[in-house]
């Protein structure tokens, strides 16, 4: 039968990476997903370091496990931000993107803890400086991408209910009226 497990909440997936990030890296000053065009203004020397995230999805056809779920992989761009001001800053914004890069080699799981959130394993798949992001062009800038295996909606499999028992008779005692002729399959 097929996993039984139910579709992501994305806004709970959001919160629970966030929330799982703040607690390793108390460092971080900010975390936060989807930065608006507004704030998208360079961060502030009290607000460093940062960690922006960002989340884009890719059919995952590999991952259809014949639920009539959405297979997705969640493609996650982490990036850590700080100032080149500050001494040693280029070690130091290595060492914390490292730190980001192993947490999520490490750790692998981005479960809700309610339990709410059920999503397949974290894989790293890159580390390195990022250039291309003009609004940070006067700090110091690397990526940590991740990708996470998530399904979309509801699983038809999903049990609601009593397991049903399996039950044998043979011919011709079978069929309304011979119900008492039936005993329970031992497993």
């Known amino acids: ?3 039984e497990m139910d579709g ?8 629970t990476i966030v929330n799982k990030l703040h607690e390793q ?15 998208r203004k360079p961060p502030t020397l009290n607000e460093l370091p940062a960690l922006f995230l960002e989340m884009d999805f890719e059919i995952n056809l590999d991952g259809d496990s014949g639920s009539e779920q959405l297979p ?16 040693n800053s280029k070690i ?18 981005f479960h809700a803890y309610n339990g709410s959130t059920a999503v397949g394993s974290a894989t790293l798949d890159t580390l390195t400086q990022d ?6 062009k006067s700090y110091e800038v690397w990526r940590v991408d991740f990708s996470i295996p998530i ?8 049990q609601i209910g009593e397991t049903p028992i399996p039950v044998y008779s043979y011919t011709p005692d ?3 009226g011979h119900e008492q002729d039936y005993k329970e399959v031992e497993l």
């Open 131 to 136: 250039h291309f992001y003009p609004s940070l």
């Open 8 to 15: 992501v909440d994305l806004f709970n997936l959001h919160a």
């Open 92 to 109: 130091n914004i290595r060492s914390l993107a490292a730190q980001v890069a192993y947490y999520i080699f490490k750790n692998k799981r």
């Open 1 to 3: 039968m097929a996993d």
């Open 151 to 158: 399904l979309i909606g509801e699983n038809i499999w999903k």
């Open 72 to 87: 997705l992989i969640a493609r996650v761009e982490a990036r850590v931000i700080d100032s080149f001001e500050r001494k």
């Open 25 to 39: 890296f108390p460092k971080f000053k900010l975390i936060e997903f989807y930065r608006s065009e507004e704030e």
């Open 174 to 176: 079978v069929g309304k």
